[in-house]
């Protein structure tokens, strides 16, 4: 029997059309899902190698010895008890996971704002997209994602702003090369010529963190070539003189601008008279335009490009975040992000009343909580007392990764509850709790383009592993709580999707209509994009001009172009840039286990210019090591043109296990973007050093 699903990776979405047989599994691309169309890229095509049992986390285990659920779960509930007693509610802290289904989320948020009664839950996706976020709401009033993937198809000129789509989005990517064919134009922004720049039709290898002069530099170009939409801005948007005033202040000549971007000035004048002249554009920015303390800045100077020229809301036109994980945005909708309380609204008095009330809640978060870098600095000092793990690991993915190691370590109770029985951070587990994973689950995911799709089981749940929507409400029970009675992910969808409509007063992200679906409705639930009306879905927001701020007008958000937080010196001359490869994914616990999915990365490198590489003996395949100063790791050099000279590029994947010495992120500053929380793993001052040289 052929069970349709999604695809467990990133947020493009793919359906997954699979057949399982025991454990094993056979798959192959859902023709019917709008995302992807039948295609699969290597990482969903290799699933199938991926769901064995082998490592799993399949019993409850409290210090190392197994355990009953009912042992585990009183023990979960009474220390967060405890400490919420003695410490009050800010003394504890759930870290989530984009992995997480929009079910689990919802569940886990309603307990720890709602019960609790702290902000403190945070999400891995703060990594990959908190900047968009922030920059969404300051333009729109709320986190919209204003296009749709069917923009990518009717484009004639897209722009990739820090984002390798052929290696982290590749089904989206090969739906472009299809338009290409029809004469659609690329162009690439990125310090690394990588595949995505390979071939496009211009690559603009700017200085790293120079992004927000190339933007404002093609505004203030627009400006001056007359071809700034008058009328739409009159009609939809404000901020326009604020913005004029702040690009005044600076030298906008394309040379001016060329010169500090460290690009030709004749590719950056091809690049603005293409962008002036190409009104069915759309700009897309991932994790190199948002992993930055500029991040949120980034994001403005983009969309603000799009409101001036009014780009936005119409077939083939808009600025398009996409995210990294299949279900950031089920994170970003629920509350699963420390400064969301729950469906986009935030911590205002009416909102908090209104979610208080609809959850019945004895208390509710009066403020954000800490965001990830924040929340693991208090964990390391002390004043989180108990932090709930679900479904990453933070002892590789975040920053400054040795820090956290010590916070874990210091914690006086860490439970980690995760489908993998030995991970980085299961390490520092006080206590361990057997999740489903991909393949077991059944719930709902939100992609890039706001659709939600459902993830559905293949294969029965082994062992003891149980959902983490359910494992989370049972210990909201054995606390004493109330209103966690679900039996179903059914059910918990129905709550959720009645939250977005409870006292809705213009908010988009609405679920209405899916508020009482049945479970046979929900078991059959086709890919849908919010708002949800009556009719279906939408696929495109502000089609009509009208934003979600209190007078529905956009704004336009004045930014300056500054420097990475850390700069280059004599000592660190080198701009550490840690990213993804092609087929593996964050942490390797699922791609490590497909030798298909290894062969093209085997092991952890270094990308360096030759020029960089040569004046210190680097040659091609040399053992070296990278240093900055929170540590070194050791790697395989590659030397090649691909990288720009003076910047460097260290893949994230490996872990104590795999490569103890060739973990990127210990290597990364924490340094975060202010507003957004989201650290710059862009830019860190690095040296390098051939291996026989300590
Ligand atoms: Fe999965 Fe993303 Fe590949 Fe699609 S493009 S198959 S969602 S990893």
């Not at 405890?82 to 997480?100: C, K, M, N």
């Not at 659609?184 to 720049?197: G, K, L, N, S, W």
């Not at 360096?608 to 091609?620: F, Q, T, Y």
């Amino acid at each position: 029997m052929t069970t349709r699903t999604a695809c467990p990776y990133c947020g493009v979405g793919c359906g997954v059309a699979g057949v399982a047989e025991g454990r094993a599994l056979t798959v192959a691309g859902d023709p019917a899902h709008p995302a992807n169309l039948g295609r699969l890229c290597s990482k969903g095509s290799a699933l199938g190698s991926t769901v064995g049992l082998e490592g799993r986390l399949l019993h409850p285990a409290i210090a190392g010895r197994r355990a009953s659920w009912t042992e585990a779960t009183r023990l979960v509930a009474r220390r967060f008890s405890e400490a919420v007693a003695r410490y009050g509610p800010d003394s504890v802290a759930f870290y989530v996971s984009g992995q997480l289904l929009t079910e689990d989320y919802y569940a886990a948020n309603k307990l720890m704002k709602g019960f609790i009664g702290s902000g403190n839950i945070d999400t891995n996706s703060r990594l990959c997209m908190a900047s968009a976020v922030v920059a969404h709401k300051l333009a729109f009033g709320a986190d919209l994602v204003p296009g749709c993937y069917e923009d990518l198809d009717l484009a004639d000129l897209v722009i990739f702003s820090g984002h390798n789509a052929a290696w982290t989005h590749p089904v989206l990517f090969r739906r472009m090369e299809t338009a290409r064919a029809r004469g659609q134009r690329h162009v690439v922004i990125d310090p690394r010529r990588t595949d995505t720049a390979e071939g496009c039709d211009l690559h603009l290898p700017i200085a790293p963190q120079t992004d927000v002069r190339l933007w404002n530099g093609l505004l203030a170009d627009i400006i001056r070539r007359g071809a700034v939409d008058r009328g739409y801005i009159a009609a939809h948007v404000s901020g326009f003189a604020d913005v004029e005033a702040e690009l005044a202040g600076s030298d906008q000549s394309v040379h001016a601008v060329a010169a500090d971007c460290g690009v030709p000035a004749a590719d950056l004048e091809t690049f603005y008279r293409l962008f002036a002249e190409t009104p069915r554009t759309v700009s897309l920015f991932s994790m190199g335009a948002n992993q930055s303390t500029q991040g949120v800045a980034k994001g403005s100077a983009i969309i603000n490009v799009h409101l001036a020229t009014g780009r936005i809301g119409k077939p083939g036109a808009c600025p398009f975040s996409i995210t990294g994980q299949p279900n950031a945005m089920g994170g970003r909708e629920t509350g699963g992000m420390a400064t969301t309380l729950a469906g986009h609204m935030d911590f205002d008095d009416v909102a908090r009343a209104r979610v208080q009330r609809f959850w019945g809640a004895p208390t509710l978060a009066a403020a954000p909580g800490l965001k990830a870098v924040d929340l693991f600095e208090a964990v390391r000092e002390g004043r989180i007392k108990a932090l709930w793990v679900m479904a990453t690991n933070p002892a590789v993915s975040l920053p400054d990764a040795g820090r956290v190691r010590e916070a874990l370590e210091r914690c006086p109770f860490v439970v980690v509850s995760d489908c993998m029985a030995e991970t980085d951070t299961t390490a520092f587990a006080h206590v361990k709790l057997p999740a489903l994973a991909w393949g077991e689950k059944s719930g709902t995911v939100t992609n890039s383009e706001r659709r939600i799709s459902r993830q559905r089981p293949l294969f029965p749940a082994p062992g003891e592993a149980r959902a983490d929507w359910r494992i989370v409400a049972d210990v909201a029970t054995a606390m004493g709580f109330e209103g966690f009675d679900w039996t179903s992910p059914a059910q918990v969808f129905r709550e959720w999707a009645r939250l977005t409509a409870y006292e809705n007063d213009g908010r988009m992200l609405n679920l209405g209509p899916l508020a009482g679906i049945t479970p046979d409705a929900y078991e059959a639930l086709e890919p849908v994009q919010w708002p949800v009306t009556a009719e279906g879905g939408t696929p495109r927001l502000f089609t009509d001009g009208r934003f979600q701020t209190p007078d529905g007008r956009a704004r336009m958000v004045p930014v300056a172009a500054r420097g990475p937080a850390e700069a280059l010196d004599a000592a660190y001359p080198l701009a550490l840039n840690t990213g993804r490869v092609r087929d593996h994914w964050h942490t390797l616990t699922r791609t490590g286990l497909a030798p298909e999915l290894c062969r093209h990365a085997p092991e952890p490198y270094v990308e360096l210019h030759p020029a960089d590489a040569e004046p210190l003996g680097i040659a091609d395949g040399r053992l070296t090591r990278v240093q900055t100063r929170r540590g070194e790791a050791v790697a395989i050099a590659r030397v090649t043109d691909r990288q720009r000279p003076g910047a460097i590029f260290l893949p994230l994947h490996w872990t104590e296990a795999y490569a103890p010495n060739g973990r990127a992120n210990p290597l990364v500053a924490a340094r975060v973007d202010s507003r957004s929380g989201q650290p710059e793993f862009k830019h860190t001052p690095a040296r390098v050093r051939p291996y026989r040289e300590t």
